[in-house]
C-alpha cells in the first residue's frame, strides 16, 4: 500500500472554507499522513531533517496550499528552501534523488472562477503557467509528477455543492493511490 503524504501550506487552516474541507475530506484515510505546515511550525523555524524523513516515508506527495500572488505561501516557500537541499533532495550529476520515482501531486486552490485563468481572462495565464516554478521543482527533485489539481472560485463563485464535489473528487484521488 502507497503512503501518502499530505503537505499543507494554508496560513489558517481553521479559517479556511474550501482546504479545509479538502483536507478533512481525506482525514480519515489509513495511508493519509496530514501535515499542516503552519500548524507545526508556527515560528517559521523548520525541522529540515525531520521533514525529509517524513518525505523519504512517503511514496506520494501532495502539495496543498491556496494560491497566494500566483505562488505558494510563505512559509511553504521556505520549508521548499529549506528541504529541498542538494544532494537529498535533488542532484547534479544526475544520480538519483532520495525523492526520484515518488509521485507528486500539487493541490491549489484559487479565489477566483476559472475563466480568470485563461489567456483571455484577468490573469491572462494559466494556474499551470503562472505555477510553472512547481513543475520545475519537481523535475528537478526526480518526481514522477501527476496532474495538478485545482478549485477555482474559493473566495468568489463556489457553491457549497461545488465544494462537496470537489472534496469527494480529492478523496477518490489519494485513496486512489492506495492500491
Known amino acids: 500500500m502507497s503512503k501518502v503524504l499530505l503537505v499543507v501550506g494554508h496560513p489558517d487552516l ?13 482525514r480519515d484515510l489509513a495511508h493519509v499522513t496530514v ?37 505558494t505561501t510563505p512559509l511553504f516557500k521556505q520549508w521548499q528552501d529549506k528541504v529541498f537541499t542538494l544532494g537529498w533532495a535533488f542532484t547534479m550529476d544526475g544520480s538519483a534523488s532520495q525523492l526520484a520515482g515518488k509521485k507528486a501531486v500539487v493541490a491549489v486552490t484559487a479565489g477566483v472562477p476559472a475563466d480568470h485563468y485563461t489567456p483571455e ?18 523535475r528537478l527533485c526526480q ?31 489519494l485513496a486512489s493511490f492506495a492500491a
Open 14 to 26: 481553521s479559517q479556511s472554507k474550501a482546504n479545509a474541507a479538502l483536507v478533512d475530506a481525506v
Open 35 to 71: 501535515h499542516d505546515l503552519y500548524a507545526t511550525y508556527p515560528d517559521f523555524q523548520i525541522d529540515t531533517d525531520a521533514e525529509q524523513a517524513l518525505l523519504a516515508e512517503h511514496d506520494v506527495i501532495v502539495f496543498q496550499h491556496p494560491v497566494f500572488w500566483y505562488n
Open 121 to 138: 481572462g484577468a490573469n491572462q495565464a494559466t494556474l499551470e503557467t503562472l505555477l510553472s516554478n512547481w513543475h520545475a521543482t519537481l
Open 143 to 173: 518526481f514522477d509528477i501527476q496532474p495538478m489539481v485545482k478549485l477555482y472560485g474559493t473566495a468568489f463563485g463556489l457553491s457549497d455543492e461545488d465544494l462537496t464535489t470537489a472534496a469527494k473528487q480529492y478523496n477518490e484521488l
